[in-house]
């Protein structure tokens, strides 16, 4: 009886797994292959989550391919202003016209490389929830600020700030990625209990703010080097209820290993 009810707090969250595609792969042609193979190894699964986010000019071909299946379809990236002269920018009207769910937002190479910040940040969450799109918001230490043990005030910093002033309501339709940048791409990946440590406190933080129905409903993805073997050491944790994976999700293969990892914890 114990037992049982330990398994429904569990599950009181579903597993979500996400492939970030980045900028990959080179041609439709390949990206139409991959959205087959996806199609094809994906469709025995019923009851986690998938979510397959192309570069912008994947985007159509995946919605079309993948109609009708159990994944959804996220962007990796938006501008907050709905229309108007921002040449190169990409909207949450045209994306949710595009037949999107999810967006990415704030992922730590857009921080990196194109220099965005939790102030951009918050205003691209806003702008993707006006359209009804989930924000997927990344979140994570660099490892000087984890050698220097600044890690959880980076982190506290970048959720209170992308969060802030928003409602219950919006809270519901979100979810958190807690990706360490020296995790990304390395092969090295947090250890079940580092991500775990820091998914606790990314929990912690929406119950200051939020209620706890809130906080508990609340999806945290893990990302950075999440792979076949690795995957269900750390997607059985608790406070980690699913994974943004890059590398891995360019292989139908063991994006689905990855997949099958969450759907055998529920
Ligand atoms: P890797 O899985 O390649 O480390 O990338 C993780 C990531 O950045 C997903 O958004």
């Not at 379809?73 to 907050?80: D, E, F, T």
């Not at 309501?169 to 990304?184: F, T």
Request: aromatic share 6%; charged share 20%.
């Amino acid at each position: 009886m114990q037992v049982e009810l330990i398994d429904k707090t569990y599950n009181m969250r579903n597993k979500l797994i996400a492939g970030n595609w980045k900028l990959n792969p080179a041609t439709s042609d390949s990206a139409l292959e991959l959205c087959r193979q996806l199609k094809l190894r994906l469709a025995p699964f019923s009851k986690a989550k998938i979510v397959v986010c192309p570069p912008f000019t994947a985007l159509c071909l995946a919605v079309d391919l993948l109609k009708g299946t159990r994944i959804s379809i996220g962007a990796q990236n938006l501008y907050w202003e709905d229309s108007g002269a921002y040449t190169g920018e990409i909207s949450a009207p045209m994306l949710k016209s595009a037949g999107c769910e999810y967006v990415i937002i704030g992922h730590s190479e857009r921080r990196l490389f194109f220099h965005e910040t939790n102030e951009n940040v918050h205003h691209k969450i806003i702008a993707a929830q006006r359209h009804n799109l989930i924000p997927i918001v990344c979140v994570g230490e660099t490892l000087q600020q984890r050698e220097s043990g600044v890690m959880k005030d980076v982190v506290m910093e970048q959720v209170t700030e992308a969060l802030r002033g928003m409602s219950e309501q919006a809270l519901q339709n979100l979810v958190i990625a807690y990706e360490p940048v020296w995790a990304i791409g390395t092969g090295k990946t947090a250890t079940p209990a580092q991500a775990e440590e820091m998914h606790e406190f990314i929990r912690s933080l929406i119950l200051e703010d939020f209620t706890k129905s809130v906080s508990d409903q609340m999806l945290i993805l893990y990302g950075g080097s999440v792979k076949p073997d690795n995957a269900r050491d750390l997607l059985q944790n608790t406070n980690i209820d699913g994974a943004l994976v890059g590398g891995a999700c360019l292989s139908a293969e063991s994006f689905s290993e990855i997949v099958r990892a969450g759907e055998e914890l529920l």
